[in-house]
Structures are given as C-alpha cells and as structure tokens.
C-alpha cells in the first residue's frame, strides 16, 4: 500500500514537472514566434522548432514503448498507463502547436514583399522605366528608374548622334562642303541634307535656278553661285565679244567704229548698229580745193575735172552726196553713188570722162559742164538724220577776182583750205605744174602756194 502511494506520488510529480516543462516551452516558442514576425531570421527559428519537434515525436514513441512495456510487465498498473498517455497528448499538442507556429511563420514570409530596386528590370510602382544593366545607357532608362536617359529626339546631340532636332552645332549646308540650301536633322538624328545643294554638280536643285556645271560662270551660262544667268547677251551690260549690250554702248560712236557721224544703237546680237550713222561729211568738212574748167592740151569732154580735200579728222564718205552746177542754161548735177571714202587730210579728183590724162576717183560723164565764164559748184550731202547739208561751194565771177586761165586749173592755196577762206578769189591763183599731156595741175596732189 505504501508503495502503490509512492508511485502514484512520484507520477504526479512528473506529470507536474512534464506540464511545467510544457508551459515554459509554449512561452518560448510564442516569443519566437513573435521573434521571427520582426526579424529576418526566420528560418533559423523553424529549424529549432523542427528539433523540438522531432524531439517530442521521440518521446512519444519512448513513451509508447513504456506503455507497451507497462502493459506486458504489469497489465494491472493502470495508473501509470494513463500518466503515460497524458504525456503523449502533452506532446502531441506541442508538436501540434510547433507546427502551426511553423507555418504561420511561412505565411508571414510569403507576404512580405522585397523593396523595390532600380536595376533589377522590373518596373516598380515608383519607378518610370527599368532596364536593368542597360540603365544609363544611350537609348534606355537613366540609372534613377525615373526617366529616359539621353535619346534621339532629346534635342541634344548625344552619343553617335549628328544632330538632334534643333541642335545642329552650328553646322550648315555649306560647312558640309555644299554651296547653299537649308539643313536639316533626320529622325534618326543625322544629317538631312536634301535642301542642300552644290553649284556646279549640272543639276538644278534646291534655291538653285540654273547649273551648267563646269560651264558656270562662262559668257552665255549660269554664274557661278547658280543663282541666275551670267554674262550673256542682253543682261544691259557689255561683255565678252560683245560690242554693247541694250543702253550700254560701251562707249562707242559713229566715229570710233568708223561710220562718221550720227547715233549708234545696239542690236539684239549685241553688235553696234551703225544704221544711223553717216560717214557724210558735215558742213565745212569737205573743201573744193582746185578747178579744171578750160583744158587747153585735152578737150574739155575729156580734160574738165575738180577737186575736194577731207579736211577734217575722220575719213568721210561722199556716197549718195549730190554735186551741183549752176550755169546760165539751167541746172546740172549727179548723185554720187557707191562708196567714196576719203581719208583725213586726203583729196578725191572727180573726172567728167574716163579719157582724163589721169586717174581719177569718180567719173561723172558729162552731167555737169564746168563754163569758163562764170560757174558755181556745190556739194552737198545728207546727215545722219536724211537731212541735206551744205558742205561747200565756189563760185567764180569770169577773172572778176578769181583768176580765168587756159590750160591751167584754179588753185586754192594751200593756206586757205577752208570752207571760207574758199570763198574769196583772192585766195585762188593759176596752177604751175604740168601732169598729165602737158597741161598744169596737182589733180589729187598738194596745191601749188600761191604767190
């Protein structure tokens, strides 16, 4: 009897010891517990709380095998059975209860989420953009997740970029090696350079408005920048070969092209137009300077002549100028015809036939018949304006005061040489030297001085 108490003493003192034990274990593992909800260690506590699990399942197969022993040694002995269950549903409820720890603490982490970070390729609530080791690099997320870093069509030019919208650097189609046009940029940030242009490839493009290539600049081409017609032939301005061009006459006159005198123009090849030019002689121009009108050795159809002098600076041409004679029978005259140049200072002999004892320039067969008495002649000639101009005439008065020879002409002295002093009888004398057959005369030679 005494022993039976002692046992069933010594058991209630386990089971006292066992639910002592049990309860500084829950506190333990709700400490843990609340341990691992703040700290990032929670596995560690799982793996203890797997030892403590795998402890109790030991002790409960310990304790099965007791009750196994138990039963077979003292099939009597229920007491102790008992206590053994109860330590076995004291373990199975903590094992129970460390489970379920375990897995709280499993749910908690599968919660918990980590921090956002920029660079690990995922876009983030707070983050714009996300390309994880690209980050930072032309064309992709700059290295704060929050925007694009440099791109084309940032307006800055960047990495291999030529140009980037409005920013060109300062380049032009013309620092590019073109001649003019506008430049542009790409959208792909390089150089559009189709406005531009280069004078001189042969094509017209761009502000161009001719390109003749390796001709521009050349009389009758484009110019050289390709931006109009360069020299040529009705620009209003004399060049190359031309002789004038429109109003511009280049200075020329109807005397420096040699057309006498009067108004040149220009034509629409750019040549002097001497249409209204004259090499007629004005008035005073021309000189009667020596007079043949009573042969003596030639008969007078063969033997009459006169002569003019050109005394002025140009050469003249007595071409369609009119020589009259006024005698007693009425009038008589001819129109020269074909061209009779003169030069300065030169004399030009008119013949009344081709018989003359010399050579004359100009045969007027008989339209005019110089009388021995008294006579006139006159020439006269047309300006550049078609209107008649007196250019000289003389008159002799029978020896009245302009000497009446025979076989010899009426000499004007070579002093007198004026339309003027002509005039004056005074002035005249009778030729000394002998030409042709023997009669005197200078015909188209100097004028013998007058004593």
Known sequence: MNRQIIKSLAIMALFALATACGDDLSKDKKRNLESNNSSNNVNNVNNVNNVNNTANNENNVLNNANNENNVIVDPNNNTLNNENNLNNENNLNNNTNSN??????????????????????????????????????????????????????????????????????????????????????????????????????????????????????????????CNGLGARCGDGIANGNEQCDGNDLNFNTCGSVGAGVGTVSCNSSCQIDTSMCSMAPLAGEVVITEIMNNPNID????????????????????????????????????????TSLIGAGGYFVFARSSNAPFTPDYIYSGLINLNNSTDSLQLSCPDANMSTVIVDEVTWDDGATFPDPTGASMNLDPGSHHEYWNDFGSNWCEATSSFGNGDLGTPGSANTTCP
Do not use: K
């Open 299 to 338: 008969l007078d159809n063969d033997g009459e002549w006169f002569e003019v002098r050109n005394v002025s600076n140009r050469t003249v041409d007595l071409d369609g100028c009119y020589v009259g004679s006024s005698t007693s029978v009425g009038a008589e005259g001819f129109t020269v015809q074909g």
């Open 100 to 225: 379920n720890n375990t897995n709280g603490n499993n749910t908690n982490n599968m919660i918990v989420d980590d921090p956002a970070v920029c660079g690990d390729g995922d876009v983030h609530p707070d983050e714009v953009c996300d390309d994880g080791e690209n980050n930072g690099e032309y064309g992709f997320c700059n290295i704060d997740c929050d925007g694009l870093a440099d791109f084309c069509g940032d307006n800055v030019i960047n990495g291999s970029e030529s140009c980037d919208g409005s920013a060109t650097y300062d380049a032009t189609c013309r620092s590019l090696g073109f001649t003019a046009g506008s430049l542009a940029c790409s959208n792909s940030c390089n150089f559009d350079v189709t406005n531009c242009t280069l004078c001189g490839d042969g094509i017209v493009e761009g502000n161009e408005t001719c390109d003749d290539g390796a001709d521009n600049g050349r009389y009758g081409f484009c110019n050289a920048t």
